[in-house]
C-alpha cells in the first residue's frame, strides 16, 4: 500500500470539475421524465402527479412529510415570523400546542380557543 506525503493528495489530479453537478443533473433530469410519463391506463394523466394524489388519499401523513421535506425550511418561518413580537411568538407557540392537543385526543382539528392560556 503506497504512503502519501503530509499534504499530498492521493489524488493530484483531484475529481473532474462539476463531475458531481453532472451526475446530479442527469438523475434529475431521469426523474422528471419519469415524473411526466403517462400513467399506461390513463394517457391523459402524469405519473407523478398521479403519485401525489395517491399519496394524499393513501397516507396522508407521508404526503404531509413529503411536501415539507421540500419546502424552504428556514424562509418559511421567517417571512412569517419575522415581525411578531417575543410574546406574539408564544402566544402562537401556545396556541398551536393546544391545537395539537386537540387534534391528539379527539381525532378532529377544529378550532381551539382565540386566547389560550399557560398552564
Known amino acids: 500500500m503506497p504512503k502519501f506525503i503530509k499534504g499530498q493528495s492521493g489524488n493530484p489530479a483531484g475529481k473532474p470539475r462539476d463531475a ?6 442527469v438523475v434529475l433530469e431521469d426523474i422528471l421524465a419519469h415524473w411526466n410519463e403517462p400513467v399506461p391506463e390513463n394517457p391523459n394523466v402524469r405519473k407523478g402527479p398521479e403519485a401525489l394524489q395517491a399519496a394524499w388519499r393513501q397516507k396522508p401523513i407521508e404526503y404531509a412529510k413529503l411536501v415539507l421535506s421540500v419546502m424552504p425550511k428556514e424562509l418559511a418561518i421567517e417571512n412569517v415570523m ?17 391545537h395539537l392537543n386537540v387534534a391528539r385526543t379527539t381525532g378532529k382539528t377544529e378550532e381551539v380557543d382565540k386566547d389560550p ?3
Open 20 to 25: 458531481r453537478n453532472k451526475l446530479t443533473r
Open 82 to 98: 419575522s415581525d411578531m413580537s417575543d410574546q406574539d411568538i408564544d402566544e402562537l407557540t401556545i396556541a398551536i400546542k393546544n
Open 117 to 119: 392560556s399557560v398552564h
